[in-house]
Every structure is written in C-alpha cells, then in structure tokens.
C-alpha cells in the first residue's frame, strides 16, 4: 500500500517549541504532500515534495524526504497556540492519485 | 481562483434513507474531482475520482455512488444508508497538476450522521 503512516499520533508542545511529525511508507513514490486540517474543516495543503527532492521550506514549515528510509519529516519552527490542528502526509505513486495516512494531531498549548 | 462548494453541511438521516450529496466546483475547467470519506480520528478514505464528465472510477465497494454530470459538479449517492456510511465528507480538486501530480484542494465537507 502507498499509504502513509504518521508518527507521532499525538503531539502536546508549548508555543515558541518546534514540532516534529514523521511518515513513512511502504512503496516507492512520485510526490509526497502535507495537508493541515482543523476541527470539522476540510484540509488544506500545505507543501508537495518531488520524490527527486530533499528538502523544501515554506515559512516555518520545512519538509524533507529520504527516499532511501521511505520516510519524511515536517517540522514547524517557533509554533503558535493556531498551529493546533491535524497533519496528514499522503503519498502519491504511479497514478498520481494521493493515499493519506491518519494523521498526527498537534496541540500548541499557549 | 478555486473555490468549491459542498452542500448540507451537515445532515442527520436515518438508516436505510437515500442520500444525495453535491459538491461543485468554480475556478477551473476539467478539473480532477476526487470523494473522500474521513471516519471520527480516522484519516482519509478515497471513495471516488473522476477525470471527465460520466467518468467514474471507484476506489471501494460500497453502497454508494457518484456522478458528474457536468464538468464542474460532483454527486455522491445511495440508495440506502447504512450506520457505517456515517463520517466527514470531503470533495477535492486537484490543482497544479504537471508531470509531478498536483495537490488537493478541498471543500468544506459535509457531516453525516445515520440513526
């Protein structure tokens, strides 16, 4: 199966520390993604890594991808009490299509 | 820019009820519309994706169905809901999509719970 799995399943942080969620997977891959989803919203995206990637930032957030562990970290630096929501990695193989793993769910206690 | 709409937003049906489910999309052409089921805790569980008006393909048996009769409007069904259909439903668009894949864009959702 392409699907991720994300790791921890639950984080608990004090604002200004860094958050670490991890995923990793079973089979090769195109394109690796992070989305964010708030309570009872719909998910947003917030970076797509090219399986010929390494790394790719956005603001705070900095994705990075081992093809060779299967594996992939989103780290959020210096985060914020609206940082709390649930993150999910879904990888992407030969179809394009992306398989979502279950998630870790951030809370960022103020 | 890209906007999709999901309607109700949440409904209450009792088992065994049809259900009809729209989602419709502005913003783009011809665009990828994929179903998502998100069970409470769960991650996401892709029920359904199209690539073209009357192009269904489904990802997981199951008493539902969906439709696209027209390019931008995507309908998830059943004729009979049972108390396992209940759950978050997202509609998605890909956006972006080149030789790499593109991401997911996703509406509201629509809450469903079965008696």
């Known amino acids: 199966s392409q699907q991720g799995e994300e790791d921890p399943q639950a984080l608990s942080i004090q604002e200004g520390e860094n958050a670490t969620m991890n995923c990793s997977y079973k089979t090769s891959i195109n394109n690796l993604q992070w989305y964010r989803q708030n309570s009872g919203r719909g998910l947003v995206h917030l970076i797509l890594i090219r399986s010929n990637e390494r790394e790719k930032h956005s603001g705070r957030l900095r994705v990075t991808l081992d093809t060779s562990k299967k594996s992939s970290s989103l780290l959020i630096t210096a985060s914020r009490a609206a940082d709390t929501a649930s993150y999910f990695c879904?990888?992407?193989?030969?179809?394009?299509?992306?398989?979502f793993g279950r998630g870790t769910s951030l809370i960022v206690h103020p | 820019s890209q906007t999709i709409h999901q309607w109700p937003a949440t409904l209450v049906q009792p088992v065994g009820s049809p259900l009809s489910l729209e989602c419709t999309v502005e913003?783009?052409?011809?665009?990828?519309l994929y179903w998502y089921r998100q069970a409470a805790g769960r991650g996401l569980q892709l029920l359904f994706y199209s690539v073209g008006i009357g192009q269904i393909s489904s990802e997981v048996p199951q008493n539902l169905s969906a439709s696209r009769p027209q390019d931008r409007q995507f309908i998830l069904s059943s004729k009979k809901l049972l108390l396992s259909d209940s759950g978050f439903y997202l509609c998605a668009m890909e956006i972006g999509a080149g030789l790499d894949g593109g991401e997911q864009f996703f509406g509201p959702g629509t809450r469903l719970t079965v008696l």
């Open positions: 913003g783009t052409s011809n665009p990828n």
């Open positions: 879904a990888t992407a193989g030969g179809s394009y299509i992306p398989t």
